[in-house]
């Protein structure tokens, strides 16, 4: 058998040095973290999705076609913060699918419209419904008043974060 370590993780990184270089702690950084969380989330949310067949880019894209509809591609995907050519693969894959239909608003505009088939918001009342079972498992860990604070929290961080802002965010009239 061999020896037991009593190494701690942190002399196993540095080697044993009683002094490690002045780094800040993975556990310190919020880059660090918020990517780990997001990284779980991800997971997670992808195998909950796979039991409605659908990939977490097109859940988003249907959640967001119930939310908003007769919407264009091009608003879709600034909603979601969303590459709008990636936006447009994932909704032929939803036609396809017979989860989306699209077409031209009446008066001529040129830009596609998007709605819901019946089967595409039964679909996406399934995936409201995980959506908030998520949301719900989340509150019961933090609390009520601990989630609030997270999600004023993450209002603010959000735009330093991303290329959003306030007015490309903005729902303009012709938008929707």
Known sequence: MGAKRSETPQQEVTGGLSDPPSLLPLEAGVGFRLSRLVRNLKKDWAEE????????????????????????????????????????????????????????????RTSRRLSLSERGANLVAKIDTLARAQQKWIEDGLGAELLSQLLRSLDRLEPLLSKLSDDNTTIAEGDV
């Open 49 to 108: 999705l796979i039991e409605v067949g659908v990939t977490p880019p097109q859940a988003a894209i249907l959640r967001a076609v119930g939310l908003w509809p007769e919407s264009s591609v091009r608003f879709i995907a600034r909603a979601l913060d969303s590459d709008p050519m990636n936006v447009k693969r994932c909704v032929h894959e939803l036609e396809a699918k017979g989860l989306i239909a699209s077409g031209i608003r009446e008066g001529g």
